[in-house]
Structure formats: C-alpha cells, structure tokens
C-alpha cells in the first residue's frame, strides 16, 4: 500500500516539496505518494487531523504553521524543542513526533555540498528569528572558533545568547558592534531577500576567501549576495542546498533510507546573477 506524506502551509503552491520528495522516493525505489497540503491560517489543527485520519504517515511544514507545529506535536525531538518551531512531522498512533532539521540542512549544504569545514571558522549570523534560533546548535556542534548573532535589534541577539548560554558560546549584538570584526562565513537569516532590503553590513564584514550564505533560494543575486559580492566576495550561496538537506533529513527520519541530493540540487539551482 502506498505511503502518504505530504507538505502544509499558506500559500502552498510555490513548494518545491513534491518534486524533491518525489525524486527521492523513485531514486530509493520507495512506494510513496507525496502531495502539497494548503491548510486556512487558522485549521492548521484541523487540516493535520485529516490527513492523518485519510493514512498519513508525515508532513513537512512551512510558512506560518512551523510554531503550530511544534504546538502540535506530543513528541517533539530536541531540534525542535530548541528551535521552538518544527519543520516534519511523523505519525505513529496517537503520538505526533516533531522535529526541526532547517539547521543539519544549513550545516550539511556548506560542509557537504560546498565543501567548507565549519570547525575553527569564524561564523556570523544574521538575524534573531526563527532560522537563526534552527541553525544555532547544528553550527555550535561542529566547533566554529566563533559563532556570532547580529541583529537591527541587539536585545534579540543577546537574548539568544543568554537563552543558549551552557550549550553554545554565543555571542550576540547589533549590527553596530560588527565594526573592526571579520567572519569566514556570514549567513543571512533574516526576510531581506524577500524585500529587496540591504542589511547594515560594514564592508570588511567578510574575511578573505569568506563564504557569503543567504538562505532565502531562487531568487538569484539577492541584496545581501550582491553586498557580498561588491565587497569582494566570490564564494556566495543561497538556500536551494539548504531546502533540499533539510528535505533529505525528514526523508530518512521517515523511510530509513538516506537520499543522494546532488542531483536534485543541480536541477532547482538558479544562477546567482
């Protein structure tokens, strides 16, 4: 019998969900049927309890319900518990697990996929909101020399610090305090490449041979990536190996069988120009 899974959110018809799951279960030779599920703002709840009671087996979950997902869950792993937010979900009886893999998926793209070694770099992120709060312990495990949050608002950065303090040296502040510091790879977390809004970087930001990571994907040359880019930068990247990673991961949670990414990557990637 053909397994069922699925992606929710609101909108739902720009996922590129389907066509990576999909490609994943032909390549592993596994019989399931993997669909986009639009849910109303408000009957995230109820949309869920739907597909489970029609034989779903797990739902990826993206924009708004990741922190109603998480609500959700009566088992939620510690990536999720973390990140306050859950981005998979899998159903076994009565129990609904829940777990967060957009950071393993960040960390698995640059190491992996772009060959860069995140132990002993000096690391910046930017932004204090969801995604930021997802990627912190996955880079604070591989033993970066220095993990910094930057922020408009540096309470929210020193927030996470404190918040993060006993399992991660974190350091947090404004974009202000960044003056005189320099990061091998500089992430951009926040929603600038949606709104074609340039964030208050100072230009020497970025270290020689710096790697400059936006996690916002297919959108080309996004503002930051064009900051990076006129500040010198020649190694940029956006978030099309981080969507299909992190996809990868809730594929092998669910069906126990990891899948080769490359060539999914290669056929969503969009030239960064």
């Known amino acids: 019998m053909t397994d069922l899974y699925a992606v929710i959110g609101h909108p739902i018809g720009h996922s590129k969900s389907p066509l990576i799951h999909s490609a994943f279960a032909q390549s592993c030779g596994q019989d399931m049927a993997y669909t986009a599920l639009e849910a109303p703002p408000t009957?995230?709840?109820d949309a869920v309890r739907a597909f489970v009671a029609s034989g779903g087996k797990?739902?990826?979950v993206t924009l708004p319900f990741k922190v109603q997902a998480f609500e959700l869950a009566t088992d939620p792993m510690e990536s999720a518990r973390l990140a306050g937010a859950a981005n998979a979900l899998k159903f076994e009886g009565e129990r609904i697990w829940a777990q967060n893999f957009d950071g393993i998926g960040l960390v698995n793209d640059i190491q992996r996929n772009l060959g860069i070694p995140l132990q002993g770099?000096?690391?910046?992120?930017?932004?204090?909101?969801?995604?930021t709060r997802?990627?912190?312990?996955?880079?604070?495990?591989?033993?970066?020399?220095c993990l910094m949050v930057a922020n408009r608002s540096a309470d929210k950065a020193v927030g996470?610090?404190?918040e993060f303090a006993g399992r991660a040296t974190l350091q947090g502040g404004g974009y202000g305090e960044l003056a005189g510091?320099?990061?091998d790879v500089v992430i951009n977390a926040t929603s600038t490449g949606l709104s074609n809004e340039a964030l208050p970087l100072p230009e020497d930001v970025?270290?020689?041979?710096?790697?400059?990571?936006?996690?916002v994907y297919g959108k080309g040359l996004t503002p930051f990536l064009a900051q990076a880019k006129s500040a010198g930068v020649t190694r940029l990247a956006d978030g099309v190996g981080m969507l299909v990673e992190q996809a990868a991961e809730a594929f092998t949670w669910w069906r126990g069988i990891r899948p080769d990414t490359r060539a999914v990557i290669d056929q969503l990637t969009v030239p960064l120009r």
């Open 121 to 131: 770099l000096r690391v910046l992120i930017c932004g204090a909101g969801g995604a």
């Open 134 to 145: 997802g990627a912190l312990m996955p880079i604070a495990d591989q033993q970066p020399d």
């Open 160 to 162: 996470l610090q404190r």
């Open 206 to 215: 970025f270290a020689p041979g710096a790697l400059a990571y936006d996690m």
């Open 181 to 183: 510091e320099r990061f």
């Open 43 to 45: 009957g995230f709840a």
């Open 58 to 60: 797990g739902l990826n």
